[in-house]
């Protein structure tokens, strides 16, 4: 480090200018005074050591953005007192204080406060908490700007603050945006499921289904009158798309069909089979299609899973694994549980 003499007034050893300027540099003074009468003396020059602190501290504001490291001052001190332990802990602790109490001092400054406290050991330890203890009771603030004309923060720090400043402002945008996207999915999610009024339904004692609303299930023609139970010939029951009176919507299951491959063949699910596997895609795939189609009031409640699997293995022309029945069964409990919100909104994005 650079020798400062010369270039302030303790060059020419001015004490009151030097205490004028770093009431820290008096009060260490007193509390070393106060030492030497409780312990019977001081053992090194104490003005040096008070002097050598305020060099540093005058080296320290003009270095205050980018300053040298810690161990370069420890070194420069030792050799300034000789290597006198006392004289060098006092120089030490001296500097940490100031340097604490300096209100304006940017951080690269503080830091390197901070670490000088990391210096001070044995006895100087006595000397520092002495001398913090005067200091927080005489209320000492010291200005960098004013101790030793602190030069401007240089450019290329300038920039890198500003380039951190603006990424923190991006990352702020960002989880934001991330925050707003969620609250539009989760919109988006309500309003597909928002719930489709399908009609009154009344059973009677046979469990005969009569609907009113959104797809009526009236008795098909062919048995109107005959007596017949509607649950062995409502359509419903084959079909899984049907119009208003009961027959297969050839148009609807055919539209329907080919979306349900194209989704297959984009997914690369072709060489699947149904099974009675809950976690199997076609499966999953299935019941967020039906999720749909109700939302769409192509279909109504309740869904039946064997329609449902008719069209699939019938119209979609997907192989099985296994019997009908088991696959059928899944499909029923799957059609009650909730459905997976990930698969839904892909296969949203076909309709």
Known sequence: MEDPLGSYPLAIRQQGALFERNPVCALAYRVCMDMCEEYGGLHFNLMDSIEVADEVCLHLVRHAWQPPCIEQYYHWIQGRLDNNHAAVMCACATVSVSVSVMADAPEPLRELGRNMRGLVYGDGNRILENLRSAVYQQDITLSADAYGEMPAMPLALRERMELEQENDKLVRQVIASKRKLKEMEAK???????????GCTFNDSHDTHYHYGAQPASPHPSTEGKGEGTEQTDTRYKKLFCNAFGDEDTQRTNEEKQRVQRYIADHNLG?????????????????????????????????????????????????????????????????????????????????
Do not use: H
């Open 188 to 198: 988006q999610y309500q309003q597909y499921n928002a719930p489709v009024y399908q």
């Open 271 to 351: 060489n699947r089979q149904l099974d009675s596997a809950r976690d199997n895609p076609l499966n999953r795939i299935a019941v967020c299609f039906c999720a749909k189609w109700l939302s769409l009031r192509y279909i109504g409640q309740p869904v039946s899973a064997t329609a449902l699997l008719r069209f699939l293995s019938d119209d979609c022309e997907i192989e099985l694994a296994t019997e009908p029945k088991p696959i059928a069964n899944v499909l029923a409990k799957m059609l009650k549980a909730d459905k997976d919100k990930e698969i839904f909104y892909d296969v949203c994005e076909y309709f």
